[in-house]
């Protein structure tokens, strides 16, 4: 009974190790959820037309669902991404970098700060409006282990997107049409002062 016991107990200890590290050789899994909370309210209007602002925040949660190397760090990169009115082209809002791992947790989760963008609407057509995002996953070389966006990005585009930062643009294809002065975001340059948006 005790050889029994104890070639269960061998069985069992084996298993978990083999169970182990198999579980690190294989690619980490995950699921990126994304969340936006967004409301707008008019500040002002007159002959010209109407001047709003924009405030939106976006909640991103990471679960692991296998693979990996639970304790390996990593970092959540969230792009915010806007729209300029009067150009029609993409930018960044704002850059949120945070590091984490699974060891303890299997889900992850990071709330971004509420941005407040301004705009106007009727005969002046100016400022900008939060459009989308991209999460990217990476791991401590800074590869792509996982990435979730709103719309489609080429991968051209997300490398330019990452190199860059704040001071990209890009169009609705997610082709990189230029960079914005290197001392302002990209798209800063849209939000018109007469809204008073905020600092962000």
């Known amino acids: 009974m005790k050889c029994l016991l104890k070639g269960f107990l061998t069985v069992a200890v084996l298993g978990a190790v083999v169970a182990a590290e198999a579980q690190s050789k294989f690619p980490l899994k995950m699921d990126i959820d994304v969340s936006t909370r967004k409301n707008t309210r008019s500040i002002g209007a007159g002959a010209e037309g109407e001047a709003k602002v924009e405030n939106v925040s976006l909640r991103v949660r990471v679960r692991h669902t296998g693979g990996g190397d639970k304790k390996q760090p990593l970092t959540a990169e969230v ?26 947790e299997s889900l992850f989760e990071l709330t971004t700060k509420e941005y407040s963008l301004g705009r106007t609407s009727g005969n002046i057509n100016v400022g900008g409006t939060y459009e989308t995002f991209l999460v990217v996953i990476s791991d401590e070389k800074g590869e792509i282990l996982d990435y979730r966006s709103g719309r489609v990005l080429r991968e051209e585009g997300i490398a330019f997107i990452r190199e860059l930062g704040p001071k990209t643009l890009f169009d609705r ?28």
Request: net charge negative; no cysteine; charged share 25%.
């Open 79 to 104: 792009y915010v991404i806007g729209r300029q009115i009067h150009t029609g082209y993409y930018g960044i809002i704002d850059v949120v970098k945070k590091e984490f791992n699974f060891s303890e």
């Open 173 to 200: 294809d997610g082709n990189v049409v230029g960079k914005a002065d290197p001392e302002k975001s990209a798209f800063k340059d849209a939000v018109p002062a007469a809204t008073n948006p905020g600092s962000y």
